[in-house]
């Protein structure tokens, strides 16, 4: 293994404005749920229709950034096919641990989730810290 040019966003996010973290975290987010899946190479149960490829654990410390260009995603232990929504919810509860409560409605707008309402971003929010 190489050394990845870049930090991760959590140890970037007090350096950045707020909506630099959110803006970079949604774009990483997109790109991973953009990924084709036709011919998975994994075992997948259930394939759904609305599942993509997600990161699993979509938290601030797993995205690297140089320049506020991604270089990396680390810690792909949980990639595996299913709703955004799983994505979602550990990085509205990531910038609430990482950087500051609120966050959550400017993320998902960011992101372009249909509901971006505080209420949504809580529920979120709580769907990533039951299972955590």
Request: net charge negative.
């Amino acid at each position: 293994m190489t050394a990845i040019e870049g930090e991760d966003l959590a140890q970037l996010s007090p350096s950045l404005p707020a909506q630099t973290v959110i803006t970079l975290l949604a774009a990483a987010l997109r790109r991973i749920h953009a990924t084709p899946v036709t011919g998975w190479p994994f075992p997948a149960t259930d394939f759904a229709t609305g599942q993509t490829l997600v990161h699993g654990d979509a938290c601030l410390p797993n995205f690297l950034f140089h320049d506020n260009q991604l270089t990396g995603i680390i810690d792909l232990g949980d990639m595996t096919l299913a709703t955004p929504e799983t994505d979602l919810a550990a990085a509205v509860w990531s910038l609430q641990y990482n950087r500051s409560p609120g966050l959550g409605p400017a993320f998902l707008r960011e992101y372009g989730w249909p509901i971006t309402t505080e209420t949504e971003g809580e529920r979120l929010r709580q769907i990533y810290a039951e299972n955590d």
